[in-house]
């Protein structure tokens, strides 16, 4: 992050990671307050999509235009491939956060937002705090610290900071029986602003996964992943397993066509 004066590799990594934090969990927590106080006062008229996403959304122009997060970068290889890759290392990492959750017996059910309130206030609560959370995920680790990190450090280094941080962000009380999957599924949007070089595609991304995800729980009601036979855990890790080979191969021909040009 820009500063008067001389910038050195340790204040970048402390402004960077340090701040994404902060602004993450800041957002996190007006969003959730916003949404929660409406709910206890208004609970037939949601209206703070209206106050939660202009403040998000505000925030992270804002940053784009201070740091240059990647926000107004167009993807540096074919969409087509881009999205490719997002879906299939996208199943591949949620194929290690289902195995994770069969090995701890958890039963899962799509999140459920504030009690007593109309069934329009909570299909409103989940679309708009699906796109206002995904959105500052992404704009504060992989767009402020990846972007910032990546200016000083390695690929590697920068991405392996990025996931602990943003690993970290997650309530602690629900992440350990989800904790290599979570790592996976962070690896893999790491990657994939690493290789496309735009934060929209990973805004996208995240996005779609959650929306996606919490939809079908929504349909299928609570899932006892501890019931899962060996049959069960053997189609995954296959699904794993081919996704994972895909993955790889589109991002050797993304990085390939990104040295063409």
């Not at 910038?7 to 970048?12: D, G, K, R, Y």
């Not at 459920?112 to 206002?132: E, K, M, N």
């Not at 790491?190 to 995800?213: D, E, N, P, Y």
Request: aromatic letters at 14%; proline letters at 5%.
């Amino acid at each position: 992050m820009h500063v008067s004066g001389q910038i050195t590799p340790v204040n970048t990594v402390l402004a960077a990671t340090l701040g994404g934090t902060v602004i993450f969990v800041c957002l996190v927590l007006f969003s959730i307050l916003t949404a929660q106080f409406n709910a206890d006062h208004w609970p037939t008229l949601p209206w703070f999509p209206i106050p939660v996403l202009a403040v998000v959304f505000s925030v992270m122009f804002f940053c784009d235009s201070r740091w240059d997060i990647g926000l107004r970068n167009t993807c540096n290889a074919p969409v087509p491939l881009i999205m490719a890759f997002a879906i299939t290392s996208n199943i591949a990492a949620h194929s290690v956060w289902v195995l994770e959750k069969t090995w701890h017996g958890t039963v899962y059910a799509a999140p459920a937002g504030p009690d007593d309130v109309s069934f329009l206030f909570s299909a409103t609560y989940w679309v708009a705090i699906s796109i206002a959370l995904s959105t500052a995920s992404e704009f504060c680790f992989r767009g402020i610290m990846q972007s910032q990190l990546s200016r000083i450090m390695g690929v590697a280094a920068t991405i392996a900071i990025v996931v602990l941080f943003n690993t970290i962000s997650h309530p602690w009380e629900s992440l350990w029986p989800r904790f290599f999957g979570v790592l996976a599924i962070l690896f893999a949007w790491g990657w994939l602003r690493q290789i496309s070089g735009s934060l929209k595609a990973c805004i996208l991304t995240h996005l779609a996964a959650v929306m996606i995800g919490d939809a079908i729980f929504w349909f299928t009601g609570p899932v006892a992943f501890g019931e899962y036979t060996n049959g069960h855990r053997l189609i995954v890790v296959l699904v794993a397993a081919v996704s994972l080979v895909l993955s790889i191969y589109l991002s050797q021909r993304i990085v390939l066509i990104k040295h063409r040009r």
